[in-house]
C-alpha cells in the first residue's frame, strides 16, 4: 500500500514562503493539490518520474517549484510570494504506472493520496 507523508504546512503573512515535504514508500510520478475551504480539491503542480517534466497551474507558474530527491523518495513544493488565496489543505498525490505527471494535470486526479496540510496565508 502507498504511503505519502506531508510536512511542511503553517502559517505565513502574504509575500512570504514555504516548503512542502512529501514522503513516498516508494517511486511514483508524484504531484501536489489543494482544496481551500467550501471548494474542490484541485491540481497545484506536478512532476514525473524521473523528474525531467514539471506540471504547474496557472495560479501558481513563477511562484512555485515543484521538486524531487529519487534517493529519498520525497517530493518538495516551494511556495514563494504566497498569497491569501493560497490558503488551503495541500494534498501530496501520486500516479501510478502507466499513467504519469501528465495525468494529474490533465484529469485532476491521482492514485493515492497523503493526509494533507494547512497553509494559511494571512493578508
Known amino acids: 500500500q502507498v504511503q505519502l507523508v506531508e510536512s511542511g504546512g503553517g502559517f505565513v503573512q502574504a509575500g512570504g514562503s514555504l516548503r512542502l515535504s512529501c514522503a513516498a514508500s516508494?517511486?511514483?510520478?508524484m504531484g501536489w493539490f489543494r482544496q481551500a475551504p467550501g471548494k474542490e480539491r484541485d491540481f497545484v503542480a506536478a512532476?514525473?518520474?524521473?523528474?525531467?517534466?514539471?506540471y504547474y497551474t496557472d495560479s501558481v507558474k513563477g511562484r512555485f517549484t515543484i521538486s524531487r530527491d529519487n534517493a529519498k523518495n520525497t517530493v518538495f513544493l516551494q511556495m514563494n510570494s504566497l498569497k491569501p488565496e493560497d490558503t488551503a489543505v495541500y494534498y501530496c498525490?501520486?500516479?501510478?504506472?502507466?499513467?504519469?505527471?501528465?495525468?494529474?494535470?490533465?484529469?485532476?486526479?491521482?492514485?493515492?493520496w497523503g493526509q494533507g496540510t494547512l497553509v494559511t496565508v494571512s493578508s
Open positions: 512532476i514525473s518520474l524521473n523528474g525531467g517534466y514539471t
Open positions: 498525490a501520486a500516479s501510478f504506472p502507466p499513467r504519469g505527471a501528465q495525468y494529474m494535470l490533465v484529469q485532476n486526479k491521482a492514485d493515492a
Open positions: 516508494g517511486r511514483y510520478a
